[in-house]
């Protein structure tokens, strides 16, 4: 039964472990392979073998610190917004009950908006001059100038500019997951702990944060990735600047490629991030997310 | 007991706020679609457009290219996802099935897939697909959709395999069904549902995808977002007339989604909670 | 049951959908079919200088010619295109993307060997890094072709000895200022008292300074500033290197051998003019780093700046309901301690190597530098050769010719280096240098040290 079973699982995936292997793993080997060269994109067949100095160049680059950095930042303001806002949304529909239903599916629809789309409609609201944003809030009297803030240009808010757009698509996500998740405790606990005279705040840390850790884990790890590979609304609100200030990895791969046409350096960088991002999931996977399973 | 009431009404309307500053920006998208042009960029911004007009929408018309945009979005999601299915539903049968080392090998790799930023994988595919000469076709741009959806919907259809119970096969293969005709004539049609939010998921990874199409299509093949972002030009971009386009282009997912809002608050959820 | 009737039926459209789509003739590979095409572009005899019909290739079938421009070169060349149809018959297909997509789709496209674009018109910035992969034009630059032409023009169509793209306009930065405020008896006396000379267009940096200082006021008392002297832009380089060129500079950030001089005196004294005028003088709006030429542009058209340095090409732009309109004076560029100078801007049609349609494409090219007055029409308003500007230098309408022709023609009018890294040194060292001059907390020669080093790095 063993023998038969195996080979009917093999069977069932092989079409689509070749499509991994040769639309994942092939293009990863590659794109190393191609790292190790200095070539250029409108010349792709003078390659010049040049081992690992493209990455001695990224390594030794502060501009490569910058970048991490910056990516860093945008991952964790990003994670960090939809955390808390997502809680927030996520424990008032809670506690609303079923109630929430209608509201909770029309809050769900700006998942289905493209990240593009959403960088476009930020930036019209952000935007100086005729941006909506400033007018509201100068309309309620929290800056004094629509031109006090430049959301697009001021390098030290850039960064929260651009994570604008990538918060407002997931929030909801969030909170839709962090709902199922309060949905899932166990009506007595809840119960118990109000016996025992816990008050709102104390239930909610050291009841419900304990018991939704595998969830937030998830939500942390899934949701880290997607902001770290950000392109779309970068792309489009700020193209990377005001002096690159907004660029993270994705971005600057791109451009390596495309607008200096480096296609071994863009390969290298390209590379490098992969390896970080992974160790950096692994980690995650293992500290903050194996923990609970072996747990249960 | 009205102390209970006055909180729940509270809530309501807290949530009902919430509500409301997340839709909108998407409102003030489409309200300004609607403006007259001159209108669009005017100082102070307004929210409600002084007139209705359609001539944002009208002076699409002006651009031959852009309903061809469309087209090719379409079938390249049709292709994208209707592949990733074929390729994704036995998989995560097999896998969640039976408990091969091979299977949970496979998971692992589809895991990992997951991690992988785009980029990393768009600029080898460039190279690969120029290769071939496939660069500014269909097929390119579709499997470059299938690296994003292909994982996902393993992902997902997994959580939902693993919520039918075995018995079903169990039956059929006691009244003389091989497993692969237990599979498609019991499994497949129960999970429908499953297959359904997978399918739109994949679909919607596709339709609102740019980095792949970006790189791999150039005059034919160019999509929908393509074309919205070029409006961004050096002299001027055309708010009115993009703002009409992003409408244009967010609408069917929106319509499809509100029909099937509820398997996709299920799959979404299902996914990340089970995993 | 109902919902899943529903998603049965659903699934089965995709399904089919998809199949037919899939199974469908596909249109797509036909045009990314790589074109080994026998290749035409052997040069005609050279007696063919003066083509007015067709040769021989052609002639009999009508042929599309996709030709990639952004904006103002579909606007400039339409004219053209539409004569070129009537006379030869085929079909010339304008490809119209942002400024930036040119260069990006054009060399994504020859790297993957497509052959979507038969010409492309570029900007001249990308010639070195595109002259490999675009066809000769050598035959087509006579004695009398490059005599008609700008200088500047003829060099930078060069690259490594061959002759690689044919101008299709020259653009230069002029100075644009609202007549009404220069004109004004009741200013001028009050600028005389005030700086002890005549007020008149400015000429030099102290003029354009004094002038700025001046115009900058709060008109209705509201506390707020609403007319600024002129707009100092961090958002673009090109501005500060005219300023470069003014200061005397030989060269801008790289000198003709291709070395570093972005550190010399002519690049401080031009930094620190650039950023005085934010700032230790405050004549411009104070949202400097988001000024690029768009905001600019739409805050002259608004009223609000007395003076601005801007494309020449811009003055027909001006819309009819804007306060300026009719108000509107030209001049030359500014002259600093060197001169009058400026960056030219002029673009070029160039063939690119895997283009399907070379014969066609170079036709199209010449055609065009023959017919290059028609592009004055337009509204973009602009030519390559210098009889074309002559002719409508005295027209009404075009009052910004005499400007632009007298800043093209100056000394210290040099085009930028003609290297391939130019992208790269704009993007990453130049427009950040600027932007954090204008922060005003790092002097002048720091920043430029820093660029430096960083130049060299690049290369």
Redesign the interface.
């Known amino acids: 039964m063993e023998r038969s079973?195996?080979t009917?699982?093999?069977?069932?995936?092989i079409?689509?472990?070749l499509?991994?292997l040769v639309?994942?793993t092939?293009?990863?080997l590659?794109?190393v392979y191609?790292s190790l060269f200095d070539v250029s994109?409108?010349?792709?067949q003078n390659r010049k073998f040049v081992g690992l100095e493209n990455y001695a160049d990224i390594l030794t680059?502060a501009?490569t610190i910058k970048l991490f950095s910056q990516t860093l930042q945008f991952t964790a303001i990003t994670l960090g917004s939809e955390f808390i806002l997502g809680f927030?949304?996520a424990l008032?529909?809670n506690?609303?009950g079923r109630?929430?239903e209608v509201?909770?599916?029309?809050?769900?629809?700006?998942?289905?908006?493209?990240?593009?789309?959403?960088g476009?409609?930020?930036r019209?609201?952000l935007i100086?001059?005729?941006?909506?944003l400033n007018?509201i809030l100068t309309g309620l009297g929290l800056i004094q100038?629509?031109?006090d803030i430049?959301w697009?240009?001021?390098?030290k808010i850039v960064l929260l500019s651009v994570a604008l757009p990538d918060i407002?698509l997931t929030?909801?996500?969030v909170t839709?997951?962090l709902y199922?998740?309060l949905q899932?405790i166990p009506g007595e606990i809840m119960e118990a702990a109000r016996i025992d005279g816990a008050n709102a705040l104390q239930t909610f840390w050291s009841i419900t944060v304990p018991l939704l850790r595998p969830?937030i884990a998830?939500?942390i790890i899934?949701r880290g990735?997607d902001a770290?590979?950000t392109?779309?609304s970068i792309?489009?609100m700020t193209?990377g600047?005001?002096?690159?200030r907004s660029e993270v990895?994705?971005l600057r791969?791109?451009?390596t490629?495309?607008?200096?046409?480096r296609?071994g350096d863009?390969?290298a960088l390209?590379?490098v991030?992969?390896v970080v991002?992974?160790i950096l999931?692994l980690i995650a996977f293992y500290t903050i997310w194996k923990p609970d399973i072996s747990k249960r | 007991m009205k102390n209970k009431h006055f909180i729940h009404r509270v809530l309501i309307a807290a949530a009902l706020v919430i509500l409301a500053l997340y839709i909108f920006p998407y409102l003030y998208m489409v309200l300004t679609s609607f403006k007259p042009p001159n209108d669009v960029l005017s100082i102070p911004p307004t929210f409600l457009p002084k007139q209705f007009d359609l001539k944002n929408y009208l002076q699409i018309g002006d651009y031959a290219y852009i309903p061809k945009t469309f087209l090719n979005s379409l079938v390249i999601a049709l292709l994208s996802s209707t592949f990733t299915l074929i390729l994704a539903v036995p998989a995560a049968y097999a896998v969640t099935r039976f408990n091969t080392r091979y299977g949970r090998v496979f998971l692992v790799g589809t895991l990992v897939a997951r991690m992988i930023p785009y980029i990393s994988v768009a600029v080898p595919l460039f190279f690969i697909m120029k290769n071939f000469k496939l660069i500014d076709n269909y097929i390119a741009v579709a499997i470059g959709h299938m690296t994003i959806s292909l994982p996902l919907a393993i992902w997902l259809l997994s959580s939902f395999f693993e919520g039918i119970p075995v018995e079903l096969e169990e039956a059929a293969r006691v009244d003389g069904c091989a497993r692969f005709e237990a599979f498609l004539k019991v499994i497949v049609p129960i999970s429908l549902g499953g297959i359904a939010v997978t399918a739109i998921f994949s679909f919607l990874a596709s339709w609102n995808d740019f980095l792949f199409s970006l790189l791999l299509t150039s005059t034919n093949t160019k999509t929908a977002p393509l074309a919205i972002a070029e409006f961004n030009s050096q002299y001027g971009t055309v708010w009115g007339t993009m703002t009409a386009l992003a409408t244009l282009f967010s609408l069917p997912v929106i319509f499809v989604s509100f029909f099937l809002q509820r398997r996709i608050v299920a799959g979404a959820t299902m996914g990340a909670i089970k995993g | 049951m109902l919902i899943k009737q529903k998603i049965q039926v659903l699934l089965s459209v995709f399904l089919i959908a998809a199949l037919l789509v899939a199974c469908a003739p596909r249109a797509a590979t036909e045009s990314a079919a790589p074109t080994t095409a026998p290749d035409t572009s052997g040069a005609p005899p050279a007696t063919e200088s003066a083509v007015e019909g067709p040769t021989e290739a052609p002639a009999a079938e009508t042929a599309t010619l996709n030709i990639l421009v952004e904006g103002g070169g579909h606007s400039l060349q339409q004219a053209i295109a539409d004569k070129f149809e009537a006379e030869t018959g085929n079909t010339v297909n304008f490809i119209e993307v942002p400024y930036q997509d040119v260069h990006d789709k054009l060399l994504a496209e020859i790297a993957a060997g497509g052959s979507s674009y038969d010409v492309a018109t570029i900007d001249v910035i990308w010639i070195p890094e595109f002259a490999a992969a675009a066809e000769p034009l050598d035959d087509l630059f006579t004695d009398e072709v490059k005599n008609d032409l700008f200088p500047a023009l003829v060099n930078d169509a060069q690259f490594e000895g061959r002759f690689v793209g044919m101008p299709t306009w020259a653009n230069a930065e002029i100075l644009f200022y609202q007549k009404s405020l220069f004109e004004d008896p009741d200013e001028q006396a009050a600028f005389k008292e005030e700086y002890g000379y005549d007020l008149k267009v400015p000429t030099n940096w102290q003029e354009f300074t004094d002038a700025a200082v001046f115009f900058t006021r709060d008109t209705d008392g509201d506390g707020n500033i609403d007319l600024y002297g002129t707009d100092v832009k961090g958002g673009v380089e090109t501005e500060w290197l005219a300023t470069v060129l003014q200061a005397g500079s030989p060269g801008v950030a790289l000198d003709a051998d291709g070395n570093v001089i972005i550190d010399n005196q002519a690049h401080v004294d031009a930094l620190k003019f650039y950023t005085d005028l934010h700032c230790t003088y405050n004549v411009s709006p104070p949202n400097v780093n988001e000024l690029d030429w768009n905001a600019s542009q739409q805050l002259f058209f608004e009223g609000k700046l007395a003076m601005m340095r801007f494309w020449a090409h811009n003055y027909r732009f001006i819309p009819d309901d804007s306060v300026v309109k009719g108000n509107t004076g030209v001049a030359p560029m500014i002259a600093g301690p060197g001169g009058v100078g400026a960056i030219p801007g002029p673009w070029y049609n160039i063939i690119p190597s895997t283009a399907q349609n070379k014969e066609l494409a170079k036709q199209f090219i010449q055609f065009a530098y023959e017919n290059n007055a028609l592009g004055l029409d337009a509204p973009l308003g602009l030519a390559a050769r210098i009889s074309a500007y002559d002719s409508y230098a005295n027209k009404e309408g075009f009052e910004h010719f005499n400007p632009l022709i007298d800043t093209l023609n100056a000394p210290q009018t040099i085009g930028r280096p003609l290297v391939t890294t130019w992208n790269e040194i704009t993007n990453d060292v130049l427009i950040p240098l600027v932007q954090q001059a204008l922060t005003c907390q790092v002097p002048a020669e720091e920043v430029l040290a820093d660029a430096k080093a960083q130049i060299e790095a690049l290369k």
């Open positions: 079973s195996r009917f699982v093999i069977l069932l995936t079409p689509a472990a499509f991994f639309f994942f092939y293009p990863v590659l794109l191609n994109l409108l010349a792709l680059s501009q927030i949304a008032t529909f506690a609303i109630k929430s509201l909770r599916t029309m809050f769900l629809f700006p998942l289905m908006v493209a990240p593009i789309v959403a476009l409609l930020w019209f609201m100086d001059n005729f941006g909506i007018h100038r629509t031109a430049a697009l240009s001021n390098p407002w929030t909801c996500f839709l997951i199922t998740g899932n969830v998830a939500v899934l990735i770290a590979r392109f779309d792309w489009i193209g600047g005001p002096m690159g990895l994705s791969i791109y451009l490629m495309i607008r200096f046409g296609f863009a390969s390209a590379t991030f992969l991002l992974l999931c």
